[in-house]
């Protein structure tokens, strides 16, 4: 299982940014995804997730500012990520889930697989 995100960066507040993930050496379509974040001195906590059809559920701080998509042709995950707030700034990483189904709850047990992460820098 290979997962690598790009697309993190330096933005201002109120900017965007959209990160990918690209997934390999697995059935990419048969498994639910999800992005997670780690701020420094802070733990990692779930961002937004998606069911390997599509079905996607977000942390209360991102709704309506984050979007979880994916492309099973592709084999790639997606977060685009608008209206960014400075505390949105963290090292964002690219998850995959236990099986198609997706928890109900974002939480780092329900996911086996991680990438490297990719840093999101918001500035005031």
Same mark, same amino acid.
């Given at each position: 299982v290979?997962?690598?995100?790009s697309g993190?960066?330096?933005v201002? +507040?109120? &900017? @965007?940014l959209?990160?990918?993930?690209a997934?390999? *050496?697995?059935?990419?379509?048969s498994?639910?995804?999800?992005w997670?974040?780690?701020?420094p001195?802070k733990?990692?906590?779930?961002?937004a997730?998606?069911? +390997?059809g &599509? @079905?996607?559920?977000?942390?209360d701080?991102?709704? *309506?500012r984050f979007t979880?998509s994916?492309?099973?042709a592709?084999?790639t995950?997606?977060?685009?990520?608008?209206?960014?707030k400075?505390e949105d700034t963290?090292?964002?990483y690219?998850?995959?889930?236990?099986?198609?189904?997706?928890?109900?709850f974002l939480t780092a047990e329900?996911?086996n697989?991680?990438?490297?992460?990719?840093?999101?820098?918001?500035s005031s």
């Amino acid at each position: 299982v290979q997962l690598v995100e790009s697309g993190g960066g330096s933005v201002q +507040s109120g &900017g @965007s940014l959209r990160l990918s993930c690209a997934a390999s *050496g697995f059935t990419f379509n048969s498994y639910a995804m999800a992005w997670f974040r780690q701020a420094p001195g802070k733990e990692r906590e779930g961002v937004a997730g998606i069911s +390997s059809g &599509g @079905s996607a559920i977000y942390a209360d701080s991102v709704k *309506g500012r984050f979007t979880i998509s994916r492309d099973n042709a592709k084999n790639t995950l997606y977060l685009e990520m608008n209206s960014l707030k400075p505390e949105d700034t963290a090292i964002y990483y690219c998850a995959r889930g236990n099986s198609w189904f997706l928890p109900r709850f974002l939480t780092a047990e329900n996911y086996n697989s991680w990438g490297q992460g990719t840093q999101v820098t918001v500035s005031s």
